[in-house]
Protein backbone atom coordinates (compact mmCIF):
# COMPACT_ATOMS: atom_id res chain seq x y z
CA UNK A 1 0.00 0.00 0.00
CA UNK A 2 1.26 3.47 -1.11
CA UNK A 3 1.98 6.06 2.27
CA UNK A 4 -0.41 8.77 0.36
CA UNK A 5 -2.73 7.45 -1.93
CA UNK A 6 -5.19 9.92 -4.66
CA UNK A 7 -7.63 8.85 -7.38
CA UNK A 8 -5.06 10.03 -10.49
CA UNK A 9 -8.53 10.97 -12.29
CA UNK A 10 -8.90 12.44 -14.69
CA UNK A 11 -11.87 14.85 -13.58
CA UNK A 12 -13.90 16.95 -16.40
CA UNK A 13 -15.96 19.46 -15.15
CA UNK A 14 -17.24 22.22 -16.73
CA UNK A 15 -16.52 25.78 -15.35
CA UNK A 16 -18.90 26.66 -12.58
CA UNK A 17 -19.23 23.26 -10.78
CA UNK A 18 -18.06 21.86 -7.79
CA UNK A 19 -15.90 19.32 -7.45
CA UNK A 20 -14.02 17.45 -4.84
CA UNK A 21 -10.56 15.34 -4.16
CA UNK A 22 -10.01 12.83 -1.59
CA UNK A 23 -6.41 11.45 -0.14
CA UNK A 24 -5.50 8.85 2.42
CA UNK A 25 -2.63 8.19 4.19
CA UNK A 26 -1.54 4.88 5.84
CA UNK A 27 1.11 6.72 8.70
CA UNK A 28 -1.29 7.85 11.56
CA UNK A 29 1.56 9.51 12.93
CA UNK A 30 1.63 12.05 10.40
CA UNK A 31 0.98 15.83 11.66
CA UNK A 32 1.47 17.90 8.55
CA UNK A 33 -0.80 17.99 5.60
CA UNK A 34 -0.88 20.21 2.43
CA UNK A 35 -2.24 20.31 -1.15
CA UNK A 36 0.35 21.29 -3.79
CA UNK A 37 -0.65 22.53 -7.39
CA UNK A 38 1.55 21.41 -10.45
CA UNK A 39 0.49 23.24 -14.10
CA UNK A 40 1.91 20.85 -16.95
CA UNK A 41 5.32 20.72 -16.73
CA UNK A 42 6.19 23.09 -13.99
CA UNK A 43 7.02 22.45 -10.34
CA UNK A 44 4.39 22.13 -7.69
CA UNK A 45 3.01 25.15 -5.45
CA UNK A 46 1.65 25.38 -2.13
CA UNK A 47 -2.10 25.68 -2.67
CA UNK A 48 -2.80 25.86 1.14
CA UNK A 49 -1.84 23.66 4.28
CA UNK A 50 -4.86 21.06 5.68
CA UNK A 51 -5.09 22.04 9.51
CA UNK A 52 -7.34 19.82 11.88
CA UNK A 53 -10.15 22.44 12.18
CA UNK A 54 -10.80 22.31 8.47
CA UNK A 55 -9.59 26.03 6.18
CA UNK A 56 -11.16 27.48 3.44
CA UNK A 57 -9.72 29.76 1.30
CA UNK A 58 -11.55 31.88 -1.58
CA UNK A 59 -12.91 29.01 -3.73
CA UNK A 60 -10.74 26.40 -1.99
CA UNK A 61 -11.80 24.21 1.24
CA UNK A 62 -9.12 21.68 2.87
CA UNK A 63 -10.56 18.91 5.27
CA UNK A 64 -8.67 16.65 7.68
CA UNK A 65 -10.05 13.54 9.04
CA UNK A 66 -7.27 11.97 10.90
CA UNK A 67 -9.83 8.79 12.45
CA UNK A 68 -10.04 7.78 8.79
CA UNK A 69 -7.04 9.02 7.57
CA UNK A 70 -7.82 11.06 4.96
CA UNK A 71 -7.34 14.39 3.56
CA UNK A 72 -9.95 16.37 0.89
CA UNK A 73 -10.32 19.37 -0.96
CA UNK A 74 -13.20 21.39 -2.22
CA UNK A 75 -12.99 23.57 -5.23
CA UNK A 76 -15.86 25.93 -5.58
CA UNK A 77 -16.85 27.48 -9.15
CA UNK A 78 -14.45 26.41 -10.91
CA UNK A 79 -12.44 28.27 -13.39
CA UNK A 80 -10.65 27.36 -16.72
CA UNK A 81 -7.56 28.47 -14.16
CA UNK A 82 -8.19 25.29 -11.82
CA UNK A 83 -7.13 22.83 -14.44
CA UNK A 84 -3.82 21.15 -13.21
CA UNK A 85 -2.83 18.34 -10.99
CA UNK A 86 -3.80 18.33 -7.29
CA UNK A 87 -1.03 17.03 -4.99
CA UNK A 88 -1.93 15.52 -1.57
CA UNK A 89 1.16 15.55 0.38
CA UNK A 90 1.71 14.52 4.16
CA UNK A 91 4.62 14.75 7.01
CA UNK A 92 5.44 13.03 9.48
CA UNK A 93 6.76 14.17 12.97
CA UNK A 94 10.13 15.37 11.21
CA UNK A 95 11.10 16.74 7.65
CA UNK A 96 10.19 13.64 5.09
CA UNK A 97 7.43 14.64 3.18
CA UNK A 98 5.65 12.15 0.78
CA UNK A 99 3.48 13.40 -2.40
CA UNK A 100 0.62 11.58 -3.75
CA UNK A 101 0.46 10.72 -7.74
CA UNK A 102 -1.72 13.29 -8.24
CA UNK A 103 -5.38 14.07 -9.16
CA UNK A 104 -5.39 15.25 -12.78
CA UNK A 105 -8.52 18.29 -13.38
CA UNK A 106 -9.71 19.57 -16.48
CA UNK A 107 -12.49 22.07 -16.23
CA UNK A 108 -13.91 23.21 -19.54
CA UNK A 109 -15.95 25.87 -21.09
CA UNK B 1 13.09 38.00 -4.36
CA UNK B 2 14.66 35.30 -5.77
CA UNK B 3 13.27 31.80 -5.95
CA UNK B 4 14.72 28.60 -6.11
CA UNK B 5 16.97 28.27 -8.68
CA UNK B 6 18.43 25.31 -10.66
CA UNK B 7 21.09 24.30 -13.20
CA UNK B 8 21.11 23.06 -15.57
CA UNK B 9 17.21 23.22 -16.75
CA UNK B 10 18.26 20.64 -19.09
CA UNK B 11 20.40 17.58 -19.62
CA UNK B 12 21.07 14.94 -22.05
CA UNK B 13 23.96 12.63 -21.32
CA UNK B 14 25.03 8.73 -22.14
CA UNK B 15 24.41 5.91 -20.01
CA UNK B 16 27.54 4.82 -17.94
CA UNK B 17 28.45 8.98 -17.42
CA UNK B 18 27.98 10.82 -14.31
CA UNK B 19 26.33 13.89 -14.26
CA UNK B 20 25.96 16.81 -11.46
CA UNK B 21 22.79 18.60 -10.56
CA UNK B 22 22.79 22.23 -9.22
CA UNK B 23 20.61 24.24 -6.63
CA UNK B 24 20.66 26.99 -5.39
CA UNK B 25 17.80 27.83 -2.24
CA UNK B 26 15.95 30.53 -1.41
CA UNK B 27 18.55 32.67 0.63
CA UNK B 28 18.20 32.44 4.38
CA UNK B 29 16.55 29.08 4.02
CA UNK B 30 17.92 26.06 6.19
CA UNK B 31 16.36 23.40 4.48
CA UNK B 32 16.63 21.89 1.08
CA UNK B 33 15.38 18.52 -0.12
CA UNK B 34 15.49 16.96 -3.50
CA UNK B 35 13.08 14.87 -5.22
CA UNK B 36 12.83 13.24 -8.30
CA UNK B 37 9.58 12.88 -10.67
CA UNK B 38 9.08 10.40 -13.63
CA UNK B 39 6.77 11.10 -16.17
CA UNK B 40 3.27 10.86 -15.23
CA UNK B 41 4.39 9.63 -11.80
CA UNK B 42 4.16 11.83 -8.28
CA UNK B 43 7.13 13.46 -6.12
CA UNK B 44 9.76 10.55 -5.31
CA UNK B 45 11.99 11.82 -1.90
CA UNK B 46 15.63 11.00 -2.74
CA UNK B 47 17.74 13.39 0.36
CA UNK B 48 16.93 16.18 2.90
CA UNK B 49 19.27 18.55 4.36
CA UNK B 50 18.54 21.12 7.95
CA UNK B 51 21.05 23.69 8.78
CA UNK B 52 24.34 21.57 9.78
CA UNK B 53 22.72 18.68 10.76
CA UNK B 54 23.29 14.97 9.11
CA UNK B 55 21.27 14.70 5.98
CA UNK B 56 18.70 12.63 5.88
CA UNK B 57 19.58 10.10 2.43
CA UNK B 58 16.55 7.43 2.97
CA UNK B 59 15.49 7.90 -0.06
CA UNK B 60 18.53 8.15 -2.41
CA UNK B 61 17.34 4.84 -4.74
CA UNK B 62 21.34 3.56 -5.15
CA UNK B 63 24.70 3.95 -4.06
CA UNK B 64 25.13 5.96 -7.37
CA UNK B 65 23.33 8.83 -6.03
CA UNK B 66 24.83 11.22 -3.40
CA UNK B 67 24.21 14.87 -2.43
CA UNK B 68 25.87 17.59 -0.51
CA UNK B 69 25.17 20.93 0.25
CA UNK B 70 28.33 23.29 0.76
CA UNK B 71 28.00 26.16 3.36
CA UNK B 72 24.57 25.61 4.38
CA UNK B 73 23.45 27.08 0.70
CA UNK B 74 23.99 25.44 -2.56
CA UNK B 75 23.37 21.73 -2.66
CA UNK B 76 24.74 19.47 -5.59
CA UNK B 77 23.36 16.05 -6.53
CA UNK B 78 25.87 13.84 -8.35
CA UNK B 79 24.76 10.58 -9.86
CA UNK B 80 27.47 8.12 -11.48
CA UNK B 81 26.83 5.65 -14.38
CA UNK B 82 23.67 6.76 -15.10
CA UNK B 83 21.00 4.57 -16.13
CA UNK B 84 18.22 5.16 -18.64
CA UNK B 85 15.59 4.12 -15.54
CA UNK B 86 17.59 7.76 -14.32
CA UNK B 87 15.76 10.10 -16.77
CA UNK B 88 13.26 11.63 -15.11
CA UNK B 89 13.02 15.66 -13.70
CA UNK B 90 15.29 16.23 -10.29
CA UNK B 91 13.12 19.09 -8.29
CA UNK B 92 14.91 21.08 -5.71
CA UNK B 93 12.98 22.57 -3.22
CA UNK B 94 13.79 24.70 -0.06
CA UNK B 95 11.52 25.86 3.34
CA UNK B 96 12.38 28.42 6.04
CA UNK B 97 13.00 25.79 8.74
CA UNK B 98 12.29 22.67 7.56
CA UNK B 99 11.39 21.06 10.94
CA UNK B 100 7.45 20.66 9.82
CA UNK B 101 4.30 22.39 10.83
CA UNK B 102 1.55 23.63 8.84
CA UNK B 103 3.47 26.88 8.07
CA UNK B 104 6.56 24.88 6.47
CA UNK B 105 6.03 25.62 3.35
CA UNK B 106 8.22 24.03 0.05
CA UNK B 107 9.54 26.34 -2.98
CA UNK B 108 10.55 24.66 -5.61
CA UNK B 109 12.49 25.03 -8.28
CA UNK B 110 11.93 24.51 -11.85
CA UNK B 111 13.72 21.40 -12.00
CA UNK B 112 16.38 19.79 -14.23
CA UNK B 113 15.21 17.44 -17.13
CA UNK B 114 17.38 14.52 -17.09
CA UNK B 115 17.54 12.65 -20.22
CA UNK B 116 20.01 9.15 -20.14
CA UNK B 117 20.12 8.00 -23.85
Known amino acids: RKEVEQDPGPFNVPEGATVAFNCTYS??????FFWYRQDCRKEPKLLMS???SGNEDGRFTAQLNRASQYISLLIRDSKLSDSATYLCVVRGGGFKTIFGAGTRLFVKA | GAGVSQSPSNKVTEKGKDVELRCDPI?????LYWYRQSLGQGLEFLIY????????KSGLPSDRFSAERTGGSVSTLTIQRTQQEDSAVYLCASSLEGRGGSTDTQYFGPGTRLTVL
Open chain 2, 27 to 31: SGHTA
Open chain 2, 49 to 56: FQGNSAPD
Open chain 1, 27 to 32: NSASQS
Open chain 1, 50 to 52: VYS
